[in-house]
């Protein structure tokens, strides 16, 4: 019981300094305060806007140029999970934000993962909700292509609706980012299972993953015919899916889908 309770405070104080570091973060973003920033992100980090999909020096570039000034960021909602050292952070925020010489107000849902390196807490991943279809995403070495056949996989269990291989697939905290809303591994499977949402076919235009030792962030483009409320909708999406190798085996801690505009 002692070590139950140890190990609940420690994960709460995690999480209390990951939600602590996520609203840090959104003030270093409006102050263009780029050695803390530079600090923050991983080398090998992905950032997923509304133009585009890019890395840590372009976005670096971006904020201290102000071609992009994340002047406020009101945050509404903040969900955390842990898993090992490995933080995935949700939060629900309206962003004010200067954009070629015209202020504009947005709501979006983001998606942050972070891992803690050396004793810190670097972020791997920034993905917002809403994003243009102008995404190029360089393709993947052959050490990913285990990662990119195991996604593949996996929209193929979800249009079977094999909810076996997806028990196995999906980690116990996971959780899922749809237009409908959040939610955990269970009813995610339920949905699946129950034809609430029919995955009939992922058509995938492009893919890429970045390995970040035990940590795998995979990026997709998509279009997705989806059966919903017994009528058949097609919808282009990017899929931010993040991969934690637990016991020799990847299984999915998060999958958060953006829909694009066309």
Not at 197 to 209: G, N, W
Request: proline share 1%; net charge negative.
């Amino acid at each position: 019981m002692l070590s139950l309770q140890c190990t609940l405070a420690q994960e709460s104080k995690v999480v209390q300094e990951i939600q602590q570091l996520s609203r840090m973060k959104w003030q270093w973003m409006a102050d263009k305060n780029i050695a803390e920033l530079d600090q923050l992100f991983h080398d090998q980090s992905k950032f997923v806007h509304m133009s585009g999909t890019w890395n840590k020096d372009r976005e670096l570039e971006i904020i201290e140029s102000g071609s992009i000034w994340y002047k406020k960021a009101d945050v509404h909602g903040v969900e955390v999970e842990v898993f090992d050292d490995t933080a995935i952070l949700w939060n629900r925020i309206t962003l004010t934000a200067h954009v070629r010489g015209n202020d504009v107000s947005n709501e979006f849902t983001v998606t942050e993962i972070y891992k803690k390196i050396g004793g810190s807490w670097k972020m791997l991943d920034l993905t917002f909700s809403k994003a243009r279809d102008t995404h190029k995403i360089q393709p993947a070495t052959s050490a990913e292509s285990k990662l990119l056949q195991l996604s593949k996989d996996k929209w193929q269990w979800m249009a079977d609706k094999d909810v076996e291989k997806l028990k196995g697939l999906f980690h116990e905290q996971s959780n899922f980012v749809h237009m409908g809303g959040s939610w955990g591994k269970q009813r995610e499977l339920d949905i699946i299972e129950s034809g609430n949402i029919h995955y009939k076919q992922a058509e995938i235009h492009e893919a890429s993953v970045e390995v970040m030792d035990d940590t795998a962030i995979l990026l997709n483009r998509i279009t997705l015919l989806a059966v919903v409320g017994g009528k058949e909708v097609t919808n282009p999406f990017m899929v931010t899916e993040v991969y934690k190798k637990s016991g020799g085996t990847w299984q999915l801690g998060s999958m958060s889908f953006t829909k694009l505009l066309q």
